[in-house]
Nanobody, 116 residues
Framework: QVQLVESGGGLVQAGGSLRLSCAAS????????TGWYRQSPGKQREAVAV???????NYADSVKGRFTISRDNAKNTMYLQMSSLKPEDTAVYYC??????????WGQGTQVTVSS
């Protein structure tokens, strides 16, 4: 079993920045992909950014150029640097990890609120 714990959420004004962190309870070398998802009230959870073990990244069109995903294998931690935040970025952000064997793990989520 793997625990993922997010941190770094909070309240920020539009145009501001936040960095989310996701600490894993064990080495993330065993994860094929790690990523960040978000969910707003009344909406489905959506993928925000994904990074593979090899460092390849994919971003939702709505965050391209503003968000950056990264992972520090030595610290077993993934990050999401968010800049130029908009009110529509308000959501609960979840980190996600998928192992090579296909198991999927989720964190408990961290709230990000962007005020206009």
């Amino acid at each position: 079993q793997v625990q993922l714990v997010e941190s770094g959420g909070g309240l920020v004004q539009a145009g501001g920045s936040l960095r989310l962190s996701c600490a894993a309870s064990r080495s993330i070398f065993g994860f094929d992909t790690t990523g960040w998802y978000r969910q707003s009230p009344g909406k489905q959870r959506e993928a925000v950014a994904v990074i593979t073990t090899g460092g390849s990244t994919n971003y939702a069109d709505s965050v391209k150029g503003r968000f950056t995903i990264s992972r520090d294998n030595a610290k077993n931690t993934m990050y999401l640097q968010m800049s130029s935040l908009k009110p529509e970025d308000t959501a609960v952000y979840y980190c996600n990890a998928k192992t090579w064997a296909g198991s999927i793990y989720w964190g408990q989520g961290t709230q990000v609120t962007v005020s206009s």
